[in-house]
């Protein structure tokens, strides 16, 4: 799975060099994607496990699921608290949430499987 992500990310790396010739150092996205996953113990060994990609566009948020984890549970916080809240099942593909107009700071998008393991990503806005 990390080697489909490292692919990815490659080839929007060499198409937006292909897109400037120049050289010029783009200007990076102002809202890149979240990746949710969950750490295991820190070590030679241990292994990160992205189960889900976040997109930010204004106030939607779009969780594009990338591994089977069935029923889902989805939630939008930050420090005031929860903000929004879904729940899905990973073979939907992908499920919408929207921050409140007043949502700010670090964002965390906690996603919880039926066995109650937790995978998070952060952003900021």
Do not use: C
């Amino acid at each position: 799975m990390q080697k489909t992500l490292t692919l990815l990310l490659l080839l929007l790396l060499s198409s937006t060099l292909l897109a400037n010739p120049d050289g010029d150092t783009p200007t990076p996205p102002k809202n890149p994607p979240v990746e949710i996953k969950k750490s295991t113990l820190p070590g030679p060994r241990g292994l990160v496990d992205v189960v889900a990609v976040a997109t930010i566009s204004g106030s939607v948020v779009t969780v594009t699921f990338i591994e089977p984890l069935g029923d889902v549970t989805l939630t939008l916080s930050n420090w005031s608290g929860e903000l929004d809240y879904a729940v899905s099942n990973t073979a939907n593909g992908s499920v919408l949430m929207m921050l409140p107009a007043d949502a700010s700071g670090e964002i965390t998008i906690t996603l919880t499987d039926l066995a109650l393991n937790q995978y998070v990503g952060t952003f900021n806005l």
